[in-house]
Nanobody, 123 residues
């Protein structure tokens, strides 16, 4: 599975941004999809995930209520709508794909990763 993330950029605190991740895979709907992020000097952390059907969504406490993950299986694309962003949301954001069921809060289930897109939130 090849993943291509896009949509990052510079945004002011309180603003919005939408990330996209296009997947080159025959049966995209067989994969759960996730977003992770890594800030400078910090470990990669879970942001959000969505089940293969889109019926179940999972969020880190730090983004719950501000970010929304969604997917369009017809377009092989997963999105991360970021709203009310904060300077602490600044990071490189990665999308990832998992063919497994389980706890998507960990990166252990994700087998394919995109190249990352930089999100910078100014105060």
């Amino acid at each position: 599975v090849q993943l291509q993330a896009s949509g990052g950029g510079l945004v002011q605190a309180g603003g919005s941004l939408r990330l996209s991740c296009a997947a080159s895979v025959g049966i995209f709907s067989n994969y759960a999809m996730g977003w992770f992020r890594q800030a400078p000097g910090k470990e990669r952390e879970f942001v959000a995930a969505i089940s293969w059907s889109g019926d179940n969504e999972y969020y880190a406490d730090s983004v719950k209520g501000r970010f929304t993950i969604s997917r369009d299986n017809a377009k092989n694309t997963v999105y991360l709508q970021m709203s009310s962003v904060k300077p602490e949301d600044t990071a490189v954001y990665y999308c990832a794909a998992s063919p497994f069921s389980g706890s998507y809060y960990s990166d252990q289930l994700f087998v394919s990763w995109g190249q990352g897109t930089q999100v910078t939130v100014s105060s």
